[in-house]
């Protein structure tokens, strides 16, 4: 797979980015954040151009965040507030920011961005060491479903509209949990390739970490609204709370 770069994801969608996720639920996802947050900072790890730590600073909480795309941060920057965001360029799983915060947040699949188990206990660990006791460590991520993949290749239909179509093709790698894919959107001004690689994980395997890095799981919803996680729920919101006092 070779060495890992936190800037790759951010260099090719950057400046595509906001429009390829405008359909997602913001608002109930900064609402349940806030609540979540009980008025503390919060530290977004994967903070890319804003979505959700714009408008958690616009309802007053302190927020700092890390990204490893210097070209995410830099449509960030030049949004309304988001010169006022402090944010480390690097890689999540590894860089130390200043203070203690009430809440570290993981949004939209970007835990599994890592490229391993290791990175990803490193990632658990490390938002563990910027919580404050009994802080919150907040991930939100897709069930892993093999059985959409035939002889472990998908090509999937993700949008259609006046404007848009978005295709992924996938190729799975289950030894390694490991998936390859890149997204192919269509629009008025042509073809554009979106790689992106996703090291996978259950959402059991996610709750072990936390525990290998002194945290305990405090709720599993289906999504932001607080719905139940069921054996068909295809996402999860998980909340991991630290045992240190």
Known sequence: MGEFDASAYGQTIADV?????????TGPAVERVFRLAEGGPVLEFGIGTGRLALPLAARGLAVAGVDG?????????DKPGGDRIPVTVGDF????VEGRFALVLLAFNTVFALPSQEAQVRCF?????????????????????????RDRTSLRLLTVGEDEVVAEAARL???????????????????????????YAWPCELDL????????????????????????????VSVYRSMES
């Open 17 to 25: 980015y906001d429009e390829m996720v405008e359909h997602l639920p």
């Open 69 to 77: 795309s210097p070209d995410m941060v830099a449509v960030l920057r």
């Open 93 to 96: 799983s590894e860089v130390r």
């Open 125 to 149: 660990h490390n938002a563990a060491a910027h919580l404050r006791p009994g802080g919150r460590f907040v991930i939100e991520a897709w069930v892993p479903d093999p059985a959409i993949f």
């Open 173 to 199: 790698c289950p030894a390694e949990q490991f998936m390859h894919t890149t997204k192919l959107r269509m629009t008025a001004d042509g073809l554009r390739l979106l790689p992106a690689n996703h090291r």
């Open 209 to 236: 970490m936390a525990r290998l890095a002194g945290m305990a799981r405090e709720h599993r919803w289906a999504d932001w609204s607080g719905a139940a996680f069921t054996d068909d729920s295809r996402a999860h």
